[in-house]
């Protein structure tokens, strides 16, 4: 199911990743802070009185045609309006009213979404009576918050919870993969789709959403059932090309919420970019299987290294995701094409993989005779027993005597040994330490 969307909009500086870092969940598991997920995420899950959302800080987001500050603002409004299902309008007490934010209060006072209003910097008392102009911008009451002394956080978060839309009810058939494609604009995610489908019947289906409609495509492969997530429009063959339609982030991170396996692709000729990149975090924190196409391959010089050389750079960029299969396609020539279903479906498996515990404790036993756990002064870590409770992803709970022992290292050797006696291809694991005396 998909968490609903908070989107942070204002100018620069005015205190927009101060506040999303303040909103951000504690991250809980050891496993979620490995090195190489991209540090400056454009995302985070945030959770209030037991409500989940994604928070969107849109300054983040690389637009394409952002050479001045108001035009990349006015885009970032727009998307925000467009995709988000809250937007959080930040301005700053300290700098005032400014006209950009006038500029930006227009767009959004159009807007039919709950826009929220949030004058930062407010860091005492005395700061309070510089939020009455920002009345001037006709969005409401001004909700004085801190970002750095974490004053009204509470109240920001519960408006947002407020302004949240009810969960929509939607029947979906468990037997199906659900099939999220993402990449930038012209890496041939179109071509690629309508290559897979081919002479398949296609049945398109409206999910109503929360704040537009996402329409999928079904399609049957040699007897198994895919959901390609939000496609239909991919199909059309005139394409709405405004800049806000173009890498719609929002939307991408929509789809990877609802899927079970992403479809990464990438375009063979200018490899991946940061925004990639912080989309595949996305998908890793979020524990989905992931396949990733190289597509557009038939444009490649080609020696008899060159896919190694090829995969070895993605390895590197992509280093928090090992475990993703590389295929080397072209939806023009349709090469490789039919692997495409064949892997996504591979990968489903392993992402919903269930291994015996007897056998995963003879695997950790083994892993434990040959690399014996951490020690700290003086006290050595021993793991008692491992069971895997949760599929989608594999998740594994170790139980210890001292967590706190349990070192980042050791964990990835256990992943491991893990993927070496199960496979797991495709698929992130989660691995859950706890002490038990
Ligand atoms: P962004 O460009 O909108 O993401 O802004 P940043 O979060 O990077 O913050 C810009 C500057 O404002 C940084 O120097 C922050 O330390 C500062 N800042 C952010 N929130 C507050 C606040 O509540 N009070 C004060 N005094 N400064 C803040
Ligand atoms: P999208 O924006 O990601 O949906 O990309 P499109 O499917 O619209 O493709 C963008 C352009 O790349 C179009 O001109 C396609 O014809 C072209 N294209 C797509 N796939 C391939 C491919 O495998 N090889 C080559 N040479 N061109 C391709």
């Known amino acids: ?15 927009k990743s ?4 303040r909103i951000a969940k504690k991250r809980v598991s050891i496993v979620e802070d490995i090195p190489g997920v991209t540090r400056d995420r454009i995302y985070m899950e945030a959770e209030w009185t037991g409500h989940e959302f994604t928070m969107i800080d849109t300054g983040g987001i690389e637009l394409e045609s952002s050479d001045r500050i108001t035009s990349a603002m006015r885009q970032q409004a727009q998307l925000a309006i467009k995709e988000a299902d809250v937007v959080v309008f930040v301005v700053d007490c300290k700098t005032g009213l400014t006209a950009a934010d006038e500029d930006v209060a227009t767009i959004l006072r159009n807007a039919d979404k709950p826009v929220l209003l949030v004058v930062n ?8 009576n510089e939020i009455y102009e920002f009345y001037n911008l006709g969005l409401g009451d001004p909700l004085p918050v801190s970002a750095v002394n974490a004053l009204n956080m509470g109240d920001l978060l519960d408006k947002i919870v407020d302004n949240l839309p009810s969960e929509p009810q939607i029947a ?3 037997d199906e993969i659900k099939v999220a494609v993402i990449g930038r604009p012209n890496v041939g995610k179109s071509s690629l789709v309508n290559a897979l489908i081919g002479e398949e019947r296609v049945i398109v289906s409206d999910i109503p959403g929360t704040t537009r409609d996402a329409i999928d495509t079904h399609f049957n492969k040699d007897g198994t059932d895919f959901v390609l997530i939000d496609t239909a429009g991919m199909r059309r063959k005139a394409k709405i090309d405004m800049p806000v339609e173009r890498y719609s982030v929002i939307r991408s991170l929509r789809a990877v ?14 490899g991946i970019t940061e925004q990639d990149k912080k989309i595949a975090g996305y998908a890793h924190e979020a524990g989905k299987a992931v396949v990733i196409v190289v597509n557009k391959w038939d444009l ?4 008899g290294k060159t896919s190694l050389r090829f995969t070895e750079t993605i390895r590197g960029e992509l280093a928090f995701m090992q475990y993703a299969p590389v295929l080397f396609a072209s939806a023009l020539t349709k090469q490789r094409v039919h692997r495409v279903t064949e892997l996504v479906k591979y990968v489903a498996e392993q992402h919903a993989m269930r291994v015996a515990t007897s056998v995963l404790n003879q695997v950790i036993e083994d892993a434990v005779a040959i690399n014996p756990p951490p020690t700290d002064k003086g006290k050595r870590l021993k793991i008692y ?14 139980f210890v005597n001292e967590p706190e022992i349990m070192h980042f290292s050791y964990l990835r050797f256990l992943e ?9 291809e495709g698929t992130p694991l989660k691995l859950v330490v706890r002490g038990r005396k």
């Open 416 to 424: 491991n040994k893990l993927r070496e006696a199960f496979g797991f």
């Open 385 to 398: 027993f491992a069971t895997q409770p949760d599929v989608k992803p594999p998740t594994f709970v170790f």
């Open 172 to 174: 979906e058939n468990s």
């Open 18 to 21: 101060t506040l999303f870092n």
């Open 257 to 270: 919420d609802r899927s079970d396996v992403v479809l990464m692709v990438i375009d063979a000729v200018d």
């Open 300 to 303: 490649v010089e080609k020696d």
């Open 1 to 15: 199911m998909s968490k609903p969307i908070v989107a942070i909009v204002g100018r620069p500086n005015v205190g």
């Open 121 to 128: 910097k407010v860091d005492s008392i005395k700061d309070e």
